[in-house]
């Protein structure tokens, strides 16, 4: 059932519930007509319902779900106005506030009704509001960061990268309200405004040391048609990569090198029995009739690095696949006789096979620097992996002998980790921003999850993520080929 939480006059009154990721609502300023949030649970979507005169000069009016936080933090949702409303300059987006009261020191991410999109800010309190305008009109996705003293407005239509402007010298405090808002720019009329995939992020320290030190996760399925994204839970501790069983039934991912089975219907998560096989890293495959899971791991030598087994989907004993150490798996053959991996061998990173049940390995490429994230598509004809040899991070594609290497992106992304659909008409991938180092896929960056068809084409944004490293690793595509799995990241304060 929706959550709904109103304010009604008088105007101090702050409806205290939770709802959604929000403490409280309640209209600011001396609205004439109460405004209400309703939080749909199950969809985790937002509908605001305000009035107020505006949001200009020195003093605002507006209704606002928020809840308080300190320090760094990214705030990110999708958010429109569902009907076509009366004043052109309506407003909704994210605020940030150093105060309740109508005058207070603020910054906001604001799209109108007629699509100007600007940060809008004040920075002391009683102040007149300042902007800086977006060239984009209309964009529905909607990023406000803070970074210590400066704040950064990123916008996007959905599909497309962000556009973004840095506001630097705020002299606040270090706890702020966060919040949705809307605003119908007319005091005698309410305006609706709904958003969904909304977070609000606690970025790692600057001071974070790889593989050492972690923050929070959630893991989040995607709608690969629409964007809609959905937490199905989150958690102070590290996991990562994600698997979808061929059954639709469950997602397989790791957890300091513990592999973990969490049913979708029931929420309950169960330990999967891999017996001395404990440190598994995110490279995690299962076999495409569902009856196998393959695991890279460092349990039997640490000092020989990964080495690659298989052990029944339910768990059990272990098998040792590889001889040979520094093995990292990725994919699995459709008709099961093959597991595809990146190795490193005399100083190089390539992509190599090797028979399910053990045997010789065959070294697939040759070129120099890394090749990685090898995967069969469903046919069984070609494996797509990402590699370096053009200078950039980019998806490449082969025959399942190795044969036809051809790259297939090309743009200034580093891009890692092809997953093909099960029903074989796209990909998708991680993108890392071109700051990246192209042999690097780091923790805990802004980086996009895009898809393009199978043949090549033009390539879409379908997630906006704060994550990186251990997000989607793995192939993890539902069977009906709508869905994918992922993690992102936050710290839990």
């Not at 939770?18 to 969809?43: C, M, N």
């Not at 606002?64 to 309506?90: C, E, M, N």
Request: include cysteine.
């Amino acid at each position: 059932m929706p959550i709904v939480m109103s304010l009604f006059v008088p105007l101090a009154t702050i409806a205290q519930t939770s709802v959604g990721v929000f403490k409280a609502t309640q209209d600011i300023g001396p609205v004439l007509h109460r405004g209400e949030t309703v939080y749909e649970e199950t969809a985790q979507k937002y509908t605001l319902k305000g009035a107020g005169a505006n949001i200009w000069f020195a003093k605002d009016e507006f209704h606002y779900a928020h809840t308080k936080v300190s320090g760094d933090f990214i705030l990110q949702a999708r958010g429109r106005f569902p009907f076509a409303g009366v004043d052109p300059h309506r407003k909704l987006g994210w605020m940030i506030r150093t105060g309740l009261d109508t005058s207070s020191a603020m910054v906001c991410a604001a799209v109108h009704g007629d699509g100007l999109t600007a940060v809008q800010y004040r920075k002391s309190d009683g102040a007149n509001i300042e902007e800086v305008k977006s060239p984009f009109l209309g964009p529905d996705v909607i990023q406000l960061e803070r970074r210590g003293r400066s704040f950064f407005l990123s916008v996007a239509h959905f599909g497309r990268p962000f556009w973004t402007v840095e506001v630097p010298d705020f002299d606040f405090h270090d706890s702020l309200y966060v919040g949705l808002f809307v605003c119908s720019h007319n005091k005698d009329v309410v305006e609706t405004a709904v958003f969904d995939n909304v977070q609000i992020i606690f970025p790692a320290a600057l001071e974070f040391r790889p593989y050492q030190d972690y923050i929070g996760s959630n893991l989040e399925i995607l709608d690969v048609g629409t964007g809609v994204r959905k937490i199905l839970f989150s958690t102070p501790d590290v996991i990562q990569a994600p698997n979808w069983t061929p059954d639709g039934k469950a997602l397989i991912y790791n957890s300091h090198g513990l592999i973990f089975r969490y049913d979708l219907a029931s929420g309950v998560h169960a330990q999967i029995n891999t017996d001395f096989v404990t440190q598994n890293n995110n490279d995690h495959v299962i076999s495409f009739d569902g009856s196998l899971l393959g695991l890279s791991s460092s349990s039997v030598d640490p000092t020989s690095g990964s080495l690659i087994f298989t052990v029944p989907i339910t768990g059990g004993m272990p098998e040792q696949i590889t001889l040979q150490g520094h093995a990292y798996l990725h994919g699995w053959s459709p008709d099961g006789k093959w597991l595809t991996y990146t190795a490193q061998r005399n100083g190089e990173h390539d992509i190599y096979k090797i028979p399910s049940t053990g045997g010789e390995e065959v070294r697939l490429t040759q070129a120099p620097g890394l090749d990685d994230g090898s995967e069969y598509s469903p046919d069984g004809k070609y494996i797509y992996y990402n590699s370096v040899q053009s200078g950039k991070m980019e998806l490449w594609r082969m025959t399942s002998e190795g044969k036809e290497q051809t790259q297939i992106t090309d743009d200034e992304y580093q891009n890692w980790f092809p997953h093909i659909s099960p029903d074989g008409k796209w990909i998708v991938f991680l993108s890392f921003m071109p700051e990246v180092e192209p042999e690097d896929h780091p923790f805990y960056k802004h980086v996009y999850l895009r898809k393009m068809p199978i043949e090549g084409g033009k390539m879409k944004i379908i997630a906006y993520i704060y994550g990186g490293q251990g997000s989607i690793n793995v192939p993890s595509w539902s069977p009906d080929s709508r869905y994918v799995a992922f993690v992102s990241n936050s710290l839990v304060r």
